[in-house]
């Protein structure tokens, strides 16, 4: 956590990964991100990873550092509050529909300078998850060795479409402070992936081809990378980026006299050019294959830290939990009250601000925890009315009662 936007307020009105993404990555850096959810939680409240007690993990660390306010959402009189909030912060992140009651049009009627950071799923309106977008693009079938596509784990353009909605946030926000301006932006996640592939290449790859790049498995595209199995049978990722790391890599598995004699065969030379590296790869894949068999994983990983050649083993994420590197001596970790109740690290904010204090990360909030708080500060309602809300079930408290 850090305080860089402290003093701005940001309703959140959302719910799966791209749309808190955006709020999450606000609020860890000092933004008052109110997130704004039917009462008993919205459509991911329960989403897996759960606890026995049913608890969402997901939930839990997608939603840290926000705040809660829960309101009945299918009443008018919840919908009109969260409109109000809307208008009385200025900033508002959400994945509700384009003609809904949360349309722009609506909400800038009561506050012209609004800005609204809409994720969407096409450009048209029309649905559309991380998974369908992914196999709409092309990527599956880039994917492991075919030919069946293969779908990647990761939700890659939920969460770049969230970390661009919070740049797109700011941005606008740096928009209004010059002309005063507001307005929506719009950020489907199409349009993230097919932009992209073009960003990455890809678009003009395929139409300078005239075809797709074949699948290549664990291998890397241009460079010489892939994964090889070493004499006790680590699996590991040797990529090559610079002449350095292609220099010591050959010193490292004693491969200079086979290699030169490739080149002279082939007459080529791999010195300062990854993309002969790649091309020749049917040559030197065997040669690397057989060396690195003749090693144990231990001894090239120390040879290979020496030298500056970028290696990892593959290991599971449990593995990757209990690497002091990465999580137990990782400053971006440390500890929080969760409201599962579950002790284990918790993630902050991923960069280092050598110039600034770290704040410990803070626990996600129980549905309704801060509605009181924040119906009296944003839109000065009275304790009696807000009294009057909860009492009638429009507004819901973290005491509201939460059926499993």
């Given amino acids: 956590m850090y305080s860089l936007l402290s003093g701005l307020s940001v309703i959140e009105a959302s719910s799966f990964v791209a749309s808190p993404t955006a709020g999450l990555y606000c609020a860890q850096f ?3 991100v109110i997130r704004v959810d039917q009462i008993g939680g919205g459509p991911d409240f329960r989403r897996w990873p759960v606890t026995a007690e049913n608890n969402s993990l997901y939930w839990e660390n ?3 550092a926000k705040k809660s306010v829960a309101l009945d959402l299918s009443r008018p009189e919840g919908r009109e ?3 109000e909030l809307v208008r009385a912060t200025g900033q508002f992140i959400t994945n509700f529909p384009v003609d809904g009651f949360l349309s722009h049009e609506k909400l800038a009627e009561g506050r012209p300078d609004l800005i609204t950071v809409r994720v969407m799923g096409w450009a048209d309106g029309s649905p559309a998850l991380d998974y369908t977008v992914n196999n709409s693009v092309g990527y599956p079938m ?3 060795a075919g030919p069946e596509p293969v779908n990647h784990v990761l939700p890659a353009w939920d969460l770049l479409t969230g970390a661009y909605a919070a740049f797109a946030l700011l941005a606008a926000i740096q928009r209004r402070g010059v002309s005063g301006e507001g307005g929506e932006v719009r950020i489907p996640l199409s349009d993230v992936a097919i932009g992209t592939v073009a960003n990455l290449g890809g678009i003009a790859e395929v139409l300078y081809s005239g075809e797709n790049r074949p699948r290549l498995g664990n291998a890397v595209y241009g460079l010489f990378g892939r994964d090889f199995v070493t004499r006790d049978g680590e699996r590991t990722m040797i990529v090559v980026v610079t002449p350095r790391q292609w220099a010591n890599l050959i010193a490292a598995l004693n491969l200079g006299d086979a290699i030169a004699a490739i080149e002279s065969e082939r007459s080529v030379s791999f010195a300062k050019d990854d993309g002969l590296r790649f091309a020749h790869r049917d040559a030197l894949y065997p040669l690397f294959e057989q060396a690195i068999a003749a090693r144990n994983h231990a001894d090239l990983a120390a040879a290979f830290d ?4 970028v290696h990892s083993a593959y290991r599971t994420m449990a593995d990757a939990v209990q690497d002091p590197a990465l999580v137990a ?8 009250a969760n409201p599962s109740g579950f002790a284990y690290p918790a993630a902050g904010a991923f960069s280092t601000i050598p110039q ?3 704040e410990p990360p803070r626990p996600a909030p129980l549905n309704g925890q801060h509605s009181e708080e924040i119906l009296a500060a944003c839109l000065s309602l009275s304790s009696g009315e807000i009294a009057r809300l909860i ?11 939460d059926p499993k």
Avoid: Q, W, Y
């Fill in 356 to 358: 600034a204090e770290r």
């Fill in 391 to 401: 009492d009638a079930g429009i507004v819901g408290t973290a005491n509201t009662g």
């Fill in 30 to 32: 000092g933004a008052e």
């Fill in 81 to 83: 509050l969260l409109k």
């Fill in 306 to 309: 020496a030298g500056g050649i």
């Fill in 329 to 336: 001596n990782n400053p971006i970790f440390g500890s929080a």
């Fill in 62 to 64: 997608l939603n840290r």
């Fill in 142 to 144: 880039l994917t492991g």
